[in-house]
């Protein structure tokens, strides 16, 4: 079995900064991309940023110049840098890993972390 635990939201100043981490964990072989998405309040899920396991990178043209997207593969754990942060940031943070165990190739879910900046 494999979870996916996000850490790291919380209630932030329009301007400040918060660091998301995520750690994958039980039954892994490999990972290939990781990736961070969100969804505020009635809009659909959002790609936000996501992370090669070599270490290349893209992000939504909202975030650019302001998050970025890391990984330490050692640790199977993905962080998610948020500087400058706006109100419109406001959002549940979701982690995505696409994890290979054995035969098995699928992508997984974290549970969600809550950002909110407010104004």
């Known amino acids: 079995q494999v979870q996916l635990l996000e850490s790291g939201g919380g209630l932030v100043q329009a301007g400040g900064s918060l660091r998301l981490s995520c750690v994958a964990s039980?039954?892994?072989?490999?990972?290939?991309?990781m990736g961070w998405y969100r969804q505020a309040p009635g809009k659909q899920r959002e790609l936000v940023a996501i992370?090669?396991?070599?270490?290349?990178?893209n992000y939504a043209d909202s975030v650019k110049g302001r998050f970025t997207i890391s990984r330490d593969n050692a640790k199977n754990t993905v962080y998610l840098q948020m500087n400058s942060l706006k109100p419109e940031d406001t959002a549940v943070y979701y982690c995505?890993?696409?994890?290979?165990?054995?035969?098995?190739?699928?992508?997984?879910w974290g549970q969600g972390t809550q950002v909110t900046v407010s104004s």
């Open positions: 995505n890993a696409n994890i290979v165990n054995g035969v098995s190739r699928r992508n997984y």
């Open positions: 039980g039954s892994i072989w490999s990972i290939n991309d």
């Open positions: 992370i090669s396991s070599g270490g290349m990178t």
